[in-house]
């Protein structure tokens, strides 16, 4: 019931700049609770790059810490992700993930996942 559409990727080189971007839609109230931002590299399983929540408390993870910034808008059902400072390491699919309810109802839950965006990080 809620469809999560990412942007923003594309290809940089080494010490360059992206901000992605995630958009929640549906037909009802979205209340997300918590935004997450993922990668894949090829070969390589899904890994979790950084969460918020909907109080602002921020989660990072490995390398992103001190070069990535994630951010919420939820009032827009939008959540963003500042890519700096890339590294060719960082080049992977990102993927937008979002859990909370809609409609106001606490037994009306969703767990969704956007199709992704590739970054990539080349000289």
């Known amino acids: 019931q809620v469809r999560l559409v990412e942007s923003g990727g594309g290809l940089v080189q080494p010490g360059g700049s992206l901000r992605l971007s995630c958009v929640a839609s549906g037909s009802a109230t979205i209340n997300v609770d918590v935004w997450g931002w993922y990668r894949q590299a090829p070969a390589k399983q899904r890994e979790l790059v950084a969460r918020i929540s909907k109080d602002g408390t921020t989660d990072y993870r490995g390398s992103a810490k001190g070069r990535f910034t994630i951010s919420s808008d939820n009032a827009k059902n939008t959540a963003f992700l500042q890519l700096d400072n890339l590294e060719p390491d960082d080049t992977a699919r990102y993927f937008c993930?979002?859990?909370?309810?809609?409609?106001?109802?606490?037994?009306?839950?969703?767990?969704?996942w956007g199709q992704g965006t590739q970054v990539t990080v080349s000289t």
């Open positions: 993930n979002a859990y909370g309810v809609i409609g106001g109802q606490p037994w009306e839950s969703f767990n969704s």
